[in-house]
C-alpha cells in the first residue's frame, strides 16, 4: 500500500490549493486544530448522516475505525449484494468512503453521498466523481450516482421521517461532466504530495472557496489595515491585490470605490472618524421613551426538536432586554435562558410579552434578524400575532448609522457589526468574556442543554451565557449615549 494516499477529502483539498494538499500529507502539524463552530458543523453531518441510514434498514454499517478493517470487510460484503455504509475502498493510491454504496441490476452499484446541505453544490459533484471513480478502479460498475440532502421544506411533526426529510438527487449526468479529467487531476495531486518542497500558493479567493481553509499563515504578511478589509470590497479588494496595492490608504483615486469606501479610505488616511452629525440626529430623533434594547440568541439544529420546525430554522433560546423608561434614568435589565429540552418557545414568548411594554422603540441591532424570528413565531403561536405585529411595528435597527456611514472609525476596520462597532466606539468589547459570539452561544448552549456534561460546567456556561447576551444590549445603550455625544 502507498505510504501517501490521496483520499477523498484530500482531492477535495488539492483542487482548492495544492499548497494546502501538500501540507495535509506532509506536515499537518501545521494546521490549527479544529475550531468550535466547525467541529459543531462536522457534528451536525454526523447525525444527518446516521438518519440517512434509517431510509435503507436492510444496510451493513462497516466500523470505521480500523482503516484497513474497514477495507477488508468492505471486499467481503460486497460479495452479499447488501447496501454498505461507510464502504471503504483503496486502488492504487486513491481511498474513498463512500456514504452508502446501494446494490443496483443484478452487477451494479449506485453510489449515494448524503450531504447536511438543503441542495446539490459543484463541491458535491467532484466529491462524488472521486468516489466513482475510486470505485470503479477497484472493479466496480456504477449505475447512478445521487445527492441525498436536507428536505428544507420539511415540518417536523412527531417523530422524523428519514424518507420525507431527505431529498434524493439524481446526479449522475453532472457527476459524468465533473469526472472529465480527473485521471490527470489525481495523477497532479500524487505528484504533488510526493513532491519534497511545499508549493507556494498566492492568496485568492480559492481559499474561502468551496470551504474556509484554517491555514492563517498564508495571510499573515498584511497590514492590520489592509485592503481585503474594504467594506464589502469583494472582487476589488483581490483586484487592489493583483495589482501590487496592499493598504486601503494606497488606493488610487483612479480606482472607483463608492461614497462609503471612499469615507473609509479617508478614515484611514486621517486616522480619525467620519461624523455625519444631521445623519445620527435624524437616526436619534426616531427613538421613543420608554427605550427597550432587545437581543435574541437562537440555536438552529439540522434535525429539528420541536414539532412545526424546520430544518436549520432559527429557534430562540435567551434574549436579554435593558430597559431605559427615561434620559437619564439607570435601565433595567430582564433576561431569559431557555432550561429543559422541551420546546422553550412559549415559555420566551410568555416572559418577552410580560417585560416588552406596549409604548416605545425597541432597539435591536440587525432588525432583520429579530424581525424573521418574531415573524416565525407568530405563524406557530397565532394567539399572539397582533401583539408580536405591534412588537414588529416598533423596531428600529442600532445598526442604520454605521451600514450608512453616518459613523465610520478606521478601528471598525471596514466592518458595521455589533463586535466591531462597540470597541471602536466606546471602547468596551468582549474579549472578557469565555462566550463572546452568537454561533459560540449557541454551540454552548446545545452543549449543556441536550449534551452530558457535569452540572459546574452547565452552570458555568448558562452563566457565560447570561453575561454575553447581557453585554449585547447593554452595549447598545452605551453606542446610543456615543451617538447622543457627538450630536451636543
Not at 475550531?35 to 440517512?52: C, K, M, N, R, S
Not at 428544507?152 to 459524468?176: A, H, M, Q, S, W
Not at 452530558?452 to 444590549?473: I, Q, W
Request: net charge negative; hydrophobic share 35%.
Amino acid at each position: 500500500m502507498p505510504y501517501k494516499l490521496l483520499s477523498k477529502s484530500k482531492y477535495l483539498s488539492g483542487l482548492q490549493c495544492p499548497k494546502f494538499l501538500w501540507i495535509q500529507i506532509n506536515e499537518p502539524e501545521r494546521i490549527p486544530e479544529t475550531d468550535p463552530v466547525t467541529q459543531y458543523i462536522f457534528d451536525q453531518g454526523h447525525l444527518v448522516g446516521e438518519l440517512a441510514k434509517k431510509v435503507f434498514p436492510g444496510g451493513i454499517d462497516i466500523p470505521a475505525d480500523d482503516f484497513m478493517g474497514n477495507i477488508k470487510q468492505t471486499k467481503e460484503l460486497l460479495e452479499q449484494r447488501n447496501p454498505l455504509f461507510e464502504a471503504g475502498i483503496l486502488a492504487e493510491g486513491i481511498y474513498s468512503r463512500v456514504d452508502i454504496l446501494n446494490p443496483s441490476n443484478e452487477n451494479s452499484w449506485d453510489i449515494i453521498e448524503v450531504k447536511s446541505t438543503t441542495g446539490v453544490k459543484d463541491v458535491h459533484l467532484d466529491d462524488v466523481s472521486f468516489q466513482k471513480y475510486c470505485c470503479e478502479m477497484l472493479g466496480l460498475k456504477i449505475e447512478k450516482c445521487f445527492l441525498m440532502h436536507i428536505n428544507n421544506r420539511y415540518v417536523k411533526e412527531g417523530e422524523i421521517y428519514p424518507e420525507k426529510f431527505f431529498t434524493l438527487e439524481d446526479i449522475t449526468g453532472e457527476v459524468e461532466e465533473s469526472s472529465n479529467g480527473i485521471q490527470d487531476r489525481i495523477a497532479d495531486m500524487l505528484e504533488v504530495i510526493s513532491a519534497p518542497i511545499c508549493p507556494e500558493t498566492t492568496i485568492g479567493k480559492h481559499c474561502s472557496d468551496p470551504y474556509d481553509c484554517p491555514l492563517s499563515e498564508c495571510w499573515a504578511f498584511l497590514p492590520e489595515y489592509n485592503i481585503f478589509k474594504l467594506y464589502y470590497g469583494g472582487k476589488k479588494s483581490f483586484d487592489l491585490f493583483s495589482n501590487g496595492i496592499i493598504t486601503i490608504n494606497e488606493i488610487p483615486d483612479s480606482f472607483k470605490l463608492n461614497d462609503k469606501q471612499r469615507i473609509q479610505q479617508a478614515c484611514e488616511i486621517s486616522g480619525r472618524p467620519h461624523v455625519d452629525g444631521e445623519g445620527i440626529s435624524n437616526f436619534l430623533g426616531t427613538l421613543q421613551y420608554p427605550l427597550y434594547y432587545l437581543d435574541f440568541e437562537t440555536i438552529g439544529p439540522a434535525v429539528p426538536l420541536f414539532d412545526g420546525t424546520r430544518p436549520y430554522q432559527a429557534i430562540p433560546f435567551q434574549f436579554s432586554l435593558h430597559v431605559a423608561e427615561n434620559d437619564g434614568t439607570r435601565p433595567k435589565h430582564f433576561s431569559f435562558l431557555a432550561s429543559g429540552t422541551g420546546d422553550f418557545r412559549p415559555t420566551f414568548l410568555a416572559e418577552l410579552k410580560n417585560v416588552l411594554g406596549d409604548t416605545g422603540s425597541i432597539v435591536v441591532y440587525n432588525q432583520g434578524f429579530e424581525e424573521g424570528i418574531l415573524k416565525e413565531l407568530a405563524i406557530m403561536f397565532p394567539e399572539y400575532d397582533d401583539w408580536i405585529t405591534s412588537v414588529r411595528g416598533r423596531l428600529v435597527d442600532l445598526l442604520q448609522p454605521f451600514r450608512q456611514f453616518h459613523y465610520y472609525s478606521p478601528l471598525q476596520k471596514g466592518s458595521a457589526s455589533l463586535k466591531n462597532v462597540l470597541p471602536a466606539l466606546t471602547g468596551k468589547g468582549y474579549n472578557e468574556l469565555d462566550i463572546s459570539d452568537g454561533q459560540a452561544a449557541s454551540i454552548a448552549f446545545q452543549a449543556v442543554t441536550y449534551g452530558s456534561v457535569s452540572e459546574e460546567e452547565r452552570n458555568k456556561v448558562r452563566a457565560d451565557l447570561e453575561k454575553y447576551c447581557a453585554l449585547d444590549t447593554e452595549g447598545m445603550i452605551w453606542i446610543v449615549e456615543r451617538l447622543e455625544g457627538l450630536c451636543e
